[in-house]
């Protein structure tokens, strides 16, 4: 402090905030150096800072205590409870990881919950905890968020036999116990890339009820022609093995689009060519 020629420091308080929580405030605000914190790390800090926030907006006559945790927030600009609500998740990313990542962290935030409900089975309680060492270790979020929800939901289904609870001290341990918890954690996988799919098929389904926006011919050709440079790079055994049956008909969609387009270039020069004795004209001079 006195290398950087400081004569004060500047308190922050934050009634309510844990000790990490208001240490990761602080670095934020002050732009100090630490190590990059975990997903779950981030999640955690996240619901919490976002709960005190919420707090703070659901109290329209006190000062929000928080407003200044953000660089340039702007307290009583659109500061109605509800919309102060709604962007307390916004702020609260923005402090803990400086991005407007509040859905990715919701998602992570969700797969804790899961795993610490002592009410959730035991099996949907062991792919949650999978699925948050592996977001640790890098995995993309959304994917392993799908399964721990199509996991919740097979453990709800009276179809769907029971994976049993851990046995108990006056119970000797099943060898079948981490088979089954496999065979569940794959049903879910492919319960969610179900749900996937089928979401894609309808956001494309939508898209073509609606009247489609006209865009520039200009940006279309760059889209192609990069497209064009980019598939020398790549083998087509390999994209036709690789791809699912919903990323080929996204395929199948742009070839049919370019065919029409041949095809209508073939009818316009079909009827702008010269025809009778306008043509002979043309053809002697």
């Keep these: 402090m006195r290398s950087l020629g400081w004569a004060t420091v500047e308190v922050r308080i934050h009634p309510g905030a844990s000790t990490d929580l208001s240490t990761a405030l602080a670095e934020q605000h002050e732009n100090g150096q630490r190590l990059d914190l975990l997903p779950t790390e981030e999640a955690r800090l996240f619901v919490e800072l976002r709960d005190l926030y919420r707090a703070d907006a659901r109290r ?83 994917p392993h968020h799908r399964k721990v929800q199509a996991a919740q939901t097979l453990s709800t289904l009276p179809s769907v036999d029971r994976v049993p609870e851990p046995p108990t001290p006056d119970q000797p341990p099943r060898q079948a116990s981490q088979d ?63 791809l699912t049956a919903v990323e080929c008909e996204v395929l199948w969609h742009v070839d049919a689009f370019l065919r029409s387009v041949a095809a209508a270039r073939e009818q316009l020069a079909t009827e702008n060519a010269p025809t009778g004795a306008g043509a002979s004209f043309a053809e002697a001079v």
């Design 180 to 242: 089954e918890v496999a065979a569940m954690s794959k049903a879910a996988e492919e319960i969610a890339r179900a749900r996937r799919a089928a979401e894609i098929r309808a956001a494309a389904k939508r898209r073509l009820a609606e009247k489609p926006v006209q865009r520039s011919v200009k940006a279309l050709f760059a889209c192609v022609q990069e497209l064009d440079a980019l598939i020398k790079h790549y083998d087509e055994r390999q994209v036709a093995s690789a």
């Design 60 to 142: 329209p006559t006190e000062t929000d205590a928080y407003a200044g945790a953000l660089p340039g927030s702007v307290v009583g600009k659109d500061s109605s409870p509800r919309r102060a609500v709604l962007r307390s998740r916004h702020k609260a990313a923005l402090a803990i990881t400086g991005k407007l990542s509040f859905q990715r962290l919701e998602q992570i935030a969700k797969i804790i919950q899961i795993s610490e409900d002592p009410d959730a089975a035991w099996h949907v309680r062991r792919i949650a905890e999978t699925a948050l060492a592996a977001i640790d270790d890098g995995a993309p979020v959304d």
